[in-house]
């Protein structure tokens, strides 16, 4: 009885561990904090695209020398911070929008 206990107590485990496993490549899913990287963690397919975009990038990254290399990380960087820019953006645009309505009223 016991035995069988503790298998299925190492069963439940390895059910919940294979669960909640994180499988996005580009990030790692346990410090996730922004809603898309959330959602790739939570989402299989979202996350096997992730994944596959992430080993895309790397083997063209591996391709590219000098110029061409620099380029292609600027431009990652560049939008790696847009993409924390915009939803700050938008939550100051939509404060000034309803500023402006407030104004009006």
Do not use: W
Not at 13 to 42: G, R
Not at 43 to 49: E, G, I, P
Not at 74 to 87: D, E, W
Request: with cysteine; aromatic share 6%.
């Amino acid at each position: 009885m016991m035995k069988r206990f503790a298998l299925l107590v190492s069963i439940a485990q390895l059910l919940a561990l294979h669960c909640s496993q994180v499988h996005a490549q580009s990030f790692n899913c346990h410090y996730a904090k922004t809603a898309d990287e959330v959602l790739i963690c939570q989402d299989h397919q979202l996350s096997a695209l992730d994944e596959r975009m992430a080993g895309i990038y790397s083997q063209v990254r591996q391709n590219l020398y000098g110029s061409q290399r620099i380029i292609l990380e600027s431009q990652q960087a560049t939008f790696s911070v847009l993409k924390f820019l915009l939803p700050l953006r938008v939550e100051t645009l939509s404060t000034q929008n309803e500023l402006a309505i407030c104004q009006r009223v």
